[in-house]
């Protein structure tokens, strides 16, 4: 079997980097097959981001990296949602999403973490929050109506 990591050669600066190829499954969309190159400045770091792959492949829990942003993903979901949902559903859904938009939707989805999730919850709960149709803030406590 072929060495899977390819030493490089120098580059302008003198370095020598590592570099390997794993197939990253199929596209759903085209069907074609998918590769993921990775280049590292140490054999050491490539062998274990080659071992870490491969193990994560073969237990089939493997995610190859993708671009789509927190915006983009809400855009398909509210799409697929909407087949299901009655037009004022997906109005207010839309209008809930646009919150967690302006906060996080720039935010690569694989890259969305707690912290980000906790620091939008902060966020919302300390003056983020949108005013009900009522014209009125959040309310706390209880009211009494007379």
Not at 30 to 36: C, D, E, F, N, P
Not at 49 to 60: D, L, M, Q, V
Not at 100 to 125: F, S, Y
Request: overall charge positive.
């Amino acid at each position: 079997m072929l060495e899977p990591i390819k030493k490089l050669p120098p580059n302008a600066k003198g370095q020598v980097r590592y570099r390997f190829v794993v197939d990253a499954g199929t596209d759903p969309e085209t069907g074609k097959r998918k590769q993921l190159r990775r280049t590292f400045n140490t054999l050491r770091e490539a062998k274990a981001e080659y071992a870490r792959i491969t193990r994560k492949r073969h237990e089939g829990t493997f995610v190859p990296p993708n671009k789509i942003t927190v915006n983009e993903w809400l855009d398909q979901w509210l799409v697929m949602k909407a087949e299901d949902l009655e037009p004022t559903t997906v109005y207010n859904y839309r209008v809930t999403l646009d919150r967690v938009r302006g906060k996080l939707g720039n935010v690569r989805l694989q890259e969305l973490t707690e912290d980000h999730v906790m620091a939008w919850m902060q966020w919302a709960l300390q003056g983020g929050a949108v005013c009900g149709a009522g014209g009125r803030g959040p309310v706390s406590g209880s009211r009494r109506l007379t």
